[in-house]
Each structure stands twice: as structure tokens, then as C-alpha cells.
């Protein structure tokens, strides 16, 4: 195995030797595999958004098996979904690429100030489906979020009994934060601690903006002078709250954009320290052809050629 | 087996050999055995609107036998019904046809904004009876769907452990969806898309109406150019959330209406791409000879006679 | 066994032998076993209306010895109480009559719109104790009958598989259910229905008043020209939504009044086809030799001597 | 064994024999033994009130040993402790006295008109501390009540099986009762007979005062011509609520209060065929030798010697 | 063993051998080892007030090796964390020094008046990590706070059978406590008796100041002449309210203070019989060789050198 790929799991010296191996599976697999960096294909817009907004644009995108065959063509490392779209085609696909079971869902036919995720799967699907990984949103700051971590807690523990990765989507929401605040950076550093500290062994949180929600954070860093300026600045303090860098932590993109500025994004996430990006309907809500393009630049940026 | 129903089995990848026989034994049951299309009679409405408004009208119907005879005679591919109904009979008509257990009602004897159902049976119960499925309704968009989904999510798990075939209606209501956005085109898409990724084999929704209910949906029908002039087109928008029609998705009738009315829209069911249909009221409402002659005429719509 | 008892219990074809062997221990207690009548005796006022209310109008009646011997001596088919009364009692007269465990109670120390009743027994207390069936209350149209319902489908599951015999107590109320509506025509009727759906054997509603609650159902009940007038005629729509008279289903008495009024309505029941009585203040409220007088009268009616 | 303690077992008909053989050791022990009398020590004032107003008035009471000790000296049937209490001297006094492991707690930091308790301990733990019984309140008339009796019902349940005894406190408050009601004649008698029903083996209630709180038991009672002038008249109707005297019931003290009221009020209990009390605070928080004379004296009264 | 260890064992008497060997191994590890006095470092700061204010401090801390090492080169009793932090170098220090897992959690990125922790680890993870203990936060006076003790209870017991020492931090607060009321003498004496009752083996309070919160607690300190000027005096209170000082008692630092105050807060605990110190920011937010400074002059105090 890659050396890089020993020292990252070298990180997870608590987990055993079934969870080793299913996040070197996500490691090593891809275009990526073996650089320690990796990009994700993320299908769960169906549910969250609905299926007009989500597959519309594209309608070859209704179809469960689109997205296993885009994130394999792509060469991408990893396929994330909910219950209903793995067990479509997990079959189909068996042992093509991992898997992560995404595990709570919510979607959005009523506004909840402080939402709450629905379990809509379980450790035991994980693994009858093969899947590598189990998925899971939790929303500090959420007035439910008791409930959420403690779900994830018992998830959690099962998971890593039964050999599985844990991922942990990490989207600060909530009465008290204002929306801005969703991605202040420190917001963005507070949802990587948090999920590091849950036992995630991968996070996933949004790309901090360049403003601070919290006036004690501000105090602190104003008097440390924290450099926050740039993205990959940004990102860097991301990094630094999830263990030191000794947690695998991937950014989100958001919405579909123009592929610079897409492009522009992954440059400042790479050179920040970001391991890799979470990428959904800037991948399958293009052509094939072009959402192919593009998610080859992105590997690109990452094997560090672009 | 006929070709058809193979087919349509190699869709449901992921499940195990004691629920595709199920499913099949379903599929291949009555007049429309074989074809792929079928259709359901689901009795309900006693808990659902109170014996009353349910079976005065065809006082026959108060015997639970009635039903399971209805719909042998009428030669549908299964019946539903809560515990009580079945267990009342199940042992007289034992092997008769497929049996699909209700597991949560609803009475309406007080009004919810955004009401939850509760769970009046079990797996077990289904398995004692000799079901070939169970039954469960989500009201997406209830401020209770947590629950429902939840509940829902552990009965799935345990049917598919043991065999057993998952139908879903799915119906949204509740504080954020106004009473046409209920059967709008994107709810109704988006109402297929969410039982289907709660990992249901069949799924039952309503019609969908020429009305589009969210502002960002909305939007991007538009910019697709998205065709829904008729019921047809509609159906098949639900179809394509329904996994690109790998789904068999069934739509309800809802109250008794005249007979043209009814044939009416199964056609444009079926020329959308539709499964079939669940039957109620329009079914068991009726006097026996005037039930049984309708439900002759959908089955010959279905069998592309009529 | 009598010709009517065999009868009764093929209606109950999906229950376990161990179920039969209880419900016909019930059939063919006392005076009334074997004709397919039946009247139980209930004490559970002492905490739904406390002591001193209860007993006091009749002191011997505070000890649980008393409501044992008074159904024996009376000849009734089963006593019912909660765990406390049948626990002080039920080694001293272990196998002189069916006794039915009453799972769920409430006390009035608290005024409650949308009441919920407490589970305060079990199926293995039930078992210990010797009893033939558990004896559960639930409120339709209260905001809290989903949880009501969910603990009932448990204890429902479980006594039947233990073969125990179901008996449920539906009385409506709630917010939006009208004081008159508790017991109006289509509110009794639905009542009826919904105990049968949850799985009862025995179902127990109040005698239905002439007035209906719901317009819906006044509306179908005036189109099909539903006679109400007489008690007679009103049970006999009770009876038909019991599953078409198929589900054994008993009358609750009241407040305490006189005989001539108790014997009145006892026949109204009896000749509309309800089953029987459950009559507890009208009894044990009463002098012994008075309450043991008018119980004869009772079965005398129900035996049609009277 | 004396006969007066084999006749109030008789009355624990269905418990089995590891219950009664608990329940005959709380009533031989100590020098009411075998009497059928019994004076109980319990100290949770610590969490009910603070360590502060518990401890202080008495500083060595601040010693978890002292509760034994006193007890053990004093000659009591029992002691009662939370967990922490308990564990802290078990292993020290175990054989020496019957201990009653109390189950539920409630500290006074915050104030709930409709209060609910913890559950802070188990069955299990009774039993690896070698209980005799285990303790629990409840609220009757508290919004909080169907959490309280159904927690107990578990626990009473688990207790009966292991042949624990159980120890009911029961203690109406909530919104819909007034202040002076708590403690009302037909309110205390009401408790007794929630607690009887609920399983208790041994019932704690406050001595009722001489007032009514319901408006139709007072009509019952005026009508009745119930005698409530004394305590001694007043203890006789709640005896006669927990099932004719056929439970054990105690009663508490309350504040501290001069020797001479405490006696008068024990000598009521006495007299109206109360079983004993619960003295915490007027025992405890005098000095230790002052507390061993009240605590013969209250001995001494229920020997009928005084 | 030192025979301090022992009598401090003693203490335990309900406790297993495993838990014994625990709490021993705390007792005896580090520069106070055997002294009967410890120190901890607990560093769940991450989660409680995010990474920014945690960590920018002093950067190096951001990795989660670096708490271990201060704790071990400190010669420190025990190091606490949540799981996250544990798991990240549990493999690299195992047995170098004893380790608390921190089961529950809250971040702060909502206000909650009434606040509830999430569980976010278990005593399984607390046995895989090879921890000695389980640290877990109540707040008593949260209107949440039922649920706090509930879930402490259940994992409490089941750490006591799986051979681990439990230890609770005890932080009054909630709508009806004062900002100041939460460190108040009547308060803390009060949390240090609630942790002790619901069976702690080691508890975590603040030290007390000099004011009290209920007035019924000043009229009894009042009328006692209880000494609290100086706060040796009052830590005294408060080891009296921890069973006499028979439970193991720490104290919290706060936030990051001058090495002055720090130390004489440190010799009002000794002074007033405290064990000892729980001491996070204080710590780790000092660059090392200072923290380690510091750290050695507290060991001192406790030592009764400085």
C-alpha cells in the first residue's frame, strides 16, 4: 500500500482492522486512489430537494444506475446515497466502487427553523447492500440536535463494530445561528471539532466564508491574528480543527456553477489541506459528457496538474 | 414466469429471494396476473372515515367477508386491509389471493394539521396471517414525519428480513403544503421519489394535478419546458421519480365518482406509463354487479382492451 | 359445547387455540354460558373516580373480596379489574370465574381534554394472576390516541400469542369531539369499528344516543334512510359496524340509576343483537341483596324471560 | 411466626414466596417485630431539599453511616435511601436491617407545578445491595403521572419477579389541585387507592386533614354522613381506601415539629388502624439522643403503651 | 498500597473489585499517586465552546496528542475527553496513563436556559479505549434534567457491572436558578449530594462562592452559624454535603486565569479538605513549559509544599 495511505490510517489507531480496510478501499479506489486525496459522488438531492429541482436538468438522472456508472466512469472514490437509490442497483454494481449508505434524510415540503433528520436506513442495510461506509447529517445548533447526535452515537458504535467507515455531513443550522453564520468560518471549524469529537472518521462540512459568527471567537482570533483572508487560509483552520489535519475532511460544493468557479474553489481547498471534495449537482445535473470534463479538472486540481 | 414479471423482479436487486415471491405471487395473481399492471382493493376507510360514511351505503360491506370475495371475484391482484379485517377472514380465504396488511390508520375524529398515523399491526402479524406485504402510509410534509418515516424505516428492515413485499402510500399534507399543492405535479413526483427512496417495492400515490406547488420546482419545469397538459404526461413525470419507472408505482382513486369518470383517468394512467390502480371506494361502495362490471372495465383498460 | 358458542368463535379464525380455550371460558361461565350472552362486572371506579365516590354508598364494597363473590354469586361470565384489586383476591378464588386484567387506567385528579390512560399492568401480570383476557381502554379522536393505540397493538400482540383473550373499552373523546358526540350514533359506531380493526375480541362501547356528531356521516345516514329512533335500532347499526355483528360486543351501564330504567336499555340491547352488559355501579354501588336482585333481572333479559 | 404477621401475609395472596419472605422481614424486625406494626426510617431530604436545610440542624447526619446506625439503635422495622446513601455503608450494616432502596427522586432546584421524578436507581441495584424492597413516588393529579405510574408499573413488575417488596409513596399535586387539597381527606384517600391498585405492597400518604377537595365526594360523603372530626376518623376511611385495610399503609410526618404534636398525630394513626410511619426529619435532625427517645415513644404508642 | 488508598477504597463498599482496581489506578498514577489527592486534565473544551476559543491559544493543542502528552509529562491522575479526542491516540499511550471518557456533550452554538447534554459515547467504547472511567455533566435545576439523571442511571449501573469508576461534574443551572445562584455555597453543597446520591464515585463541582441561592437553605445556615467567609471554610460545606467527605470531590478551575489566583484558590480547596483538582484551560492554553510550570506548583500545593 501507498505510504500516504499508512499514514492516514495510522490516525485511526482505535478502529479495527474491518474499518481500516474499508477506508483504505475508499482510498486506494480511483483516479485518486492512492494520493490520500479523494472526491465523492453525493446522491441524495432526490430526497432533500425533490425530484423536479434534482433530475430535471438532466433526465437521464431519474435513473438509479446513472449516478453508480457516472461516479465510476469519473473514476471517483466513493458513492453516496440513500436506502432506496443503493438498493436499486447495488446488485447491478457489486464491488465496482464503495459505497456509503446515507443514513438520515430530510426533505423539504415543510420549513423547520431548527430541523431534524429522519433515519431512513440502518448499519444492518450497510451491510447486506456492501457498502464501505455509512452516511450521516448532524446540525449543530439545531434545537434537536440532541437527538441527532445521540442517534449518530448509537450508529456510530455499531458501525465500527461491524467493520464500517463513519461519515459525517456536519451543517451548522439553527434558531441562534444567522444564516450568514452557516458558514462563518468559525462555524466551519466548530462543525469539523464537532464531528471529529463523534468519532466521524471522515467529515464533511461546507467551505468557510471569510466572516465569524461568534463574538468570542472573533476576540480570540483578532488577538492571535489569524490569517483568514483567503480560502485555503480558511480552509487551513478547518483543518486544524478537525484533530490537527488527522481526520479526513472534505469540503461540499454547493449548487451548480460555472466550472472556474468551481475549479477556483477545489484550487483553495487543496492548498489549504482539504483532503477532497463532496461533489452532487455540480457533477450529475450536466450532460455526462461535460459533468465527465468536469470532474476530471477536479481530480486533476487534486493530483495537483491543474 | 412470464418475461415481463422477470423483468420487472430484476429491478429489486437487493432483496431476497423470499420477497421477490412474494412480490411475483402479487404480480402474477387474478386477471391482470402476468401482465405487469395490477389492480388493489384497499378497505381502509371504517377506521379511516368511521363504518358510517364507509358502508351504509352497500350495507353488505360491513361483513369482512365481502371483501376478500370482491376481490376474488373481480380477479384483482391483491387486498388490503387493517389487522381487524384480516384477521377476521384471513383463515376462510387462506391461499384465496395475496394479502397486503395495513399496519398504521388513521381515524378522523379529530383534525391534525399535520397528522400521524399510528401503527395498528406488525410484521408478525403479517407473517401469521399469510400476507404477502404490509402497507404504510407517510405523510410527507406532516411536522410528524420524523415518526413516520422512522417507524416506517424499522418495519421495512424487518419485513424485507422476512420475506415480505413493502407498500408504501405516500400522501403529503400538513402546515406548509396548501390543499391543491397536496396533489400537485411535484408533490405527487416528489411523494413517489421519497417512498421509493425509503426503499418501498410498490408505492401509491395520488394523480397528479396540472399545478405545480413549490416556487423553485416551478422554475425549473419551466426552464425544461416540461410537457403536463394532460394526465398522461403528468403520470409520467411521477413515473420518472419513481427510479426512471423501476418502481411499480400504482395511483389511488379516491371518492366514489361515475363510472366514465373513473375509466377515464385509469387510461390516462396507463398511457402515462402507470402500474395500476388502488380501488377503494369506487369499487366496494357500489352495489356487487355494478362493482364487479367496473372493475372488469379497468382491468380491460390495464390489458389495453378498452 | 352449545351450537352458538361454536358458532362465535369460528368468527375468530386467525387467533391460536389458547385464545378459543379463553374466549369460550368467558362464553360459557355462569348463568348466561352458553347462550352467547354475556354480563361482566367492572371495578375499576376506584381510580378513575376515586374511593370515596366508589365505595362509600356501599362500604362493604371496599374490600376487594366483595366484587369476587358478587360475580360469582350473581352468576356473571367475568369480572374485571386493575392489577391491585385482582392481586388481593385471585389466589382466594383461583378458578371460580374468568377474570379480565384492566391494563390502563386514569385517575381524575387532573382535568385533561385530550386524555391519555396509563398503562399500570401487563400480559404476564394477566397470566400470573390467572386471568382469561387484559382489558384496555382507548380514547378515539383524543390528541393523545396514537400513543394509546401503539401500547395497545403491543399488549394486543403479546396476549394473543400467550392466547389470552383481547377485550378493548372505545370511548371517544377529545378536543374536537362535541360532550353530546361521545356518544352519538356514528361516534358509537365508529367506536365499534375501530376496537374491531385494532384486533378486540370483545369490543365495549357506550349505548349510542340518537344524534349524530359528524355531518359527513348524517349526510349518508339520511340518504339511505338509517332508522335511529328506537335504542333497538341504533345498537343494530353498532352491531354492524362490529364487523356485521361478527365481534362480540358489550354495552357499558353508566351512573347508577334505577331498575326500571337499567332493565329498559338492557333490552334495547338485547334486541337491537348486542351481546350483553358490563354493568359496575349499577351493581356494586347497590345494598348485596338489592345489587344480586337486580343482576337477575339482567340475565332474565338477556336469557329473554323478561 | 406470630400470627397477627401470618395474617397480613395471607393477604399478599399472588406474590411469591421470595416477596413475603422480604415483606416478613421488615415486619419482625426490629422492636415492633411481629406487632404487624412498623416505623420506617427513610432519608432522601438530602436530594429533596438540599444538603444544606437536611443535614445542618443535625451535623453527624451528614454521614451516611449515621442513618444506619440510628435506625439500627432505634430499634425500626427498615431504613430508606437513595442509591448513594445506600451503596455508601451496604457492605458496612448488610444483615443488620431491612433496607428500601428508593428509586425515584426529585430535587427542589427548580419549581414544576406538575412535577416528575428521576428514576436514579433499579431493581438490580436493590438487589446487589441486598434490599428488602424498592421505593417510588408518585404525583397522582400531575400532568406527569402517565410517565410516573408507567415507570412504576415496569418496576413493580421487575420487583415481583425477584421477590422484592414494593413501597409506594403517593403524593397528589399538580395544576388542578390546591395547596390545602393536597392533603384533603378524600385526596389522601384517593392516593391509598391509586397506590393499592397500582401493586404496592406497603402505601406511604400523608395524614389527611380535614377538609374535602372534590366536589362530588363531598356530596357522597354528606350524603353518607362519613364522620371526619378526627384524625383517628379520617385514617379509618383511608385505611378503608387501601382495600379495606388490606394493604399496609404508613404515614409520613412531614416538617419537624415538637415531640408532644408528632405523638398526638401517631397516636391518631394508631387509633384509626394505620399501619406505622415514615419519620424522617423529626427523627433525624434532632440530636441523636433526643431522636432515640422520640423514636421509643413512637414505638411505644404503636405497642399501645403509651 | 498506601494505606490513604485504602481507606479511601473503604469507602466503596458496594462496589466491585474491578471498579476498586480502577479507582486505584487513579489514586495511585502521577506525581500524587498514593497521596489520596489527584489532578486531571480534561480538555472537552472543543466541543463546549468550538476550536477557535479552545485552541488558537496555543496551537499545538489543536492535536489531540499533544493533551495526552501534557498529562502524562505532568505526572497528572487522569486525562478526560470526549470520544473523538480518545480515540485519536488511545492506541499510542495505552497504558501510560488512566483515561476518562466524557459520555455527553453540548456545544454552544445555541442558548438553552434549561440545558441537556447529548450522550455522545458508551461504556462499550469507554471498555475498547481501555479507559478506567466514565465522566458524564448533570445540570441539576434544568427543567431537562429527568433525563439527564435517567440516562446517567442506566449507564451508571452498567459501568459499576462492567468494573468502571463513574465520575460526574455537577453544574447547577436553569430557568429558576440565579446567574450567581450557580456557584452559591447552598448550590454547590447541593450539587456535590445529588452527583454523590445518584452514585458517583468521583465528583466534579465548582468551588462555592460566598452567597447563598434558596432562601430556606439561609435561614438554616443562619440559625446553625454556619462559617463561609473564607472558602476553606466552605469547601468544607461542601465535602461535608459529599457523605461527609467519604466520596472523592474535585474542583473546577473556570476559565484561564494569572498562576497567582489560580493557587490560591488551589490551597482553599486542600485547606477545606477537597481532593484535589479538575483543571483544563488553565492548562493547555498556556504554551507547554508554562502549563507544566504551573501544573508542578499545583501538585505542590496538594503535596503540602508550597
Known sequence: MKR?????????????????TNLARILNH??????????????????????????????????PRYHFELAIEAGLNAYAAPLGFLEAAARDYAGDLPLI???????????????????????????????????YTVYPGSLQRVSMYERLQALTEEAKRHG?????????????????????LDVSAYA???AAQLGAHILKVKPPADCVEQA???????KAGLQTATLAQRIEHVMNSAFDGRRITIFSGGAARGTDEVLEEIRGIRDGGGFGSIMGRNAFQRERTEALALLDQVVKVYQGKL
Not at 500516504?4 to 481500516?20: A, F, H, Q
Open 101 to 135: 449508505l446515507k443514513l438520515n434524510n430530510r426533505e423539504n415540503l415543510s420549513s423547520d427553523k431548527d430541523p431534524l433528520q429522519a433515519v431512513t436506513g440502518s448499519v444492518e442495510a450497510a451491510l447486506r447492500l456492501g457498502c464501505a461506509a455509512i452516511g
Open 30 to 63: 480511483g483516479k485518486l486512489g492512492g494520493t490520500g486525496k479523494l472526491v465523492i459522488l453525493p446522491v441524495d438531492q432526490g430526497v432533500e430537494h425533490g425530484p423536479g429541482r434534482t433530475y430535471v436538468p438532466n433526465p437521464p438522472s431519474f435513473d
Open 216 to 222: 468570542e471567537a472573533k476576540k480570540v482570533y483578532e
Open 164 to 184: 464500517l467507515v463513519v461519515v459525517v455531513w456536519s451543517y451548522p443550522r439553527g434558531t441562534d445561528i444567522s444564516k450568514d453564520g452557516e458558514t462563518a
Open 4 to 20: 500516504r495511505i499508512k499514514e492516514i490510517l495510522s490516525w485511526y489507531g482505535s478502529d479495527n482492522p474491518g474499518t481500516l
Open 192 to 194: 469539523a471539532q464537532i
